[in-house]
């Protein structure tokens, strides 16, 4: 990759070592796009680049950054399209936006696998046009239908963009994550309501000997990873294969684990629950469990409906992080965990969650701040998601008992068109990943109506039940559709099914967009993209 000097950057392309904002600039013009202070700061952090003191203060070689870039940036491309084949449409990768962008405002209020990013949505639905997307498909105030509603995406970017949206989910956790999204609230009243739960769970651990027992643990723990994983020492000394990362995380974690035993004893702290019959049973420590029931009994005394649930979303998210799992198997849950281990996501000694206090306090903040931002956004639109199963539901009459306004511009003008992204074949359990959720809310499972559940796998069989049963979605979604109706379907089709999916719901391609999936988990990291179909009435 080579790189124009230009008189602003000149000086900076004749020095060898950059402080974090000369790096910065450096960087923001050998790569052509912004590279901010913290992109620097975060790749001394993880010992992508060589950390130099110099009279007290950070330096780095401009050779150390600039081979970082070259063995990376740039060549991402030319690899996955080698592996994904020439068709890829790197414009739809989306790869300008950092992750605070991508988890906007209320994107981010609850976890959720499998979701879509809110720039391909707002991509299809807005009314901008490039030298990829050749016309506009919707406009303001048209009426958008999402049959797979997931986690709320299509409904929260059409409010954006001033449309009405429908969203239609089998599962019950879903359909409340979604409409706690676009609804409107008193925040004050959210506010006020937080606060007195949380002042009354700390009354309720003033006795507790967890709290003492937490901080004498950190304490221990941070000396004992000061002492082994400096940082960012060590994790320079893993990415350089200086350290046999596994081999050394497991012995110091071994030679910790006394001290937690004995910490443990002396505090009477109690581990892992006798019973393990439900799923707050099994992955929960019975400290935090016992937490967990306090601040429940609370929220369910909350008067304000709309309070009670964004609140109840609140707990969720707390309770999901506060799981006896390392910091790396939170997504995919392995066996529960109730001691310190070696954590490779952070890079040292880390500990099971012994409370949930820290993180109540952190998610109650972040929700207010979330819900002011989207506030701020929001236009005059409606939007609303229903409980039911997208082959059989009557839009407008269910519609008609949940959201009277909403009903009567649908009734009225019909939907203008689809954008979703369908379960995948045999690859996500869509009830299971909030399991603690149904457990703690006794919300009814409907995991028998899941299309392409993980439990029946992806064979030729289960190929057969998603093809008929994504068809099935479609013939009964179009029934309240407009006449030239434009539907947006993304998935990744490594089978095929696509075109008879379209064809046996009376539909046709009309075109297809194929898009990287950068970072779609916490842990793949490898080449992989997704269609954006577009089918139209046949």
Known sequence: MKVKESNIYSELYGKDLFSIREASLWASEYLKKNVTESNISYLIQYGKVKKIGKNGSTVISRNDLRNYYESFHGKREVDWKS?????????????????????????????????????????????????FKKQNYFHKGDIILDPFAGSGTTLVQANELGMHAVGIDVSAFNVLISNVKITSY???????????????????????KTVAFEQVLLEKLGEFNTKYFPSPEFKRKVHLKEIDEEKYGEEKAKEFLPVFKRLVKQFEIELLQRDADGFLDKWYLQHVRNEIEFVFNL??????????????????????????????????????????YYCAKHGKVCKPLFSILSWLERYSKDTIQRLEKFDSLRTNTFQYCLTGDSRTIDIFKELEKRNVELFKLAK??????????????GLIDYHEQHAYAYDLFGFERKDELEIGAMEKGNGREARNLYAK?????????????????DVFLVANDKYNLYPTIAENAGMKIVNQFKRPVLNRT????????????????K
């Open 83 to 131: 592996k994904l084949g020439d068709d890829l449409n790197w414009h739809l990768s989306f790869e300008q936006y950092k992750e605070s962008d991508t988890t906007k405002h209320v994107h981010r209020l609850h976890p959720y696998k499998g979701k879509f990013i809110p720039q391909l949505v707002e991509y299809f639905l807005d009314s901008h046009t490039d030298e």
């Open 299 to 340: 929220v369910k005394k909350i008067k304000n409906q709309n309070t009670k649930k964004i609140v109840s979303i609140i707990l969720s998210r707390t309770i999901r992080s506060c799981r006896a799992t390392t910091h790396a198997d939170l997504a995919t849950l392995k066996e529960p965990i109730a001691s310190t």
């Open 522 to 537: 916490e842990k793949d990291k490898g080449a992989y993209s997704e269609i954006i179909f577009h089918l139209k009435q």
């Open 186 to 208: 008193d925040l004050k009243d959210i506010h006020n309501e937080i606060a007195t739960i949380t002042i009354a769970l700390k009354h309720f651990l003033a006795d507790s």
């Open 412 to 425: 009225k003008k019909k939907i203008n068109g689809i954008f979703s992204s369908p379960p995948y074949v």
């Open 469 to 485: 049963g994504i068809a099935d979605v479609l013939n009964n979604c179009k029934k309240f559709l407009i006449d030239d109706y």
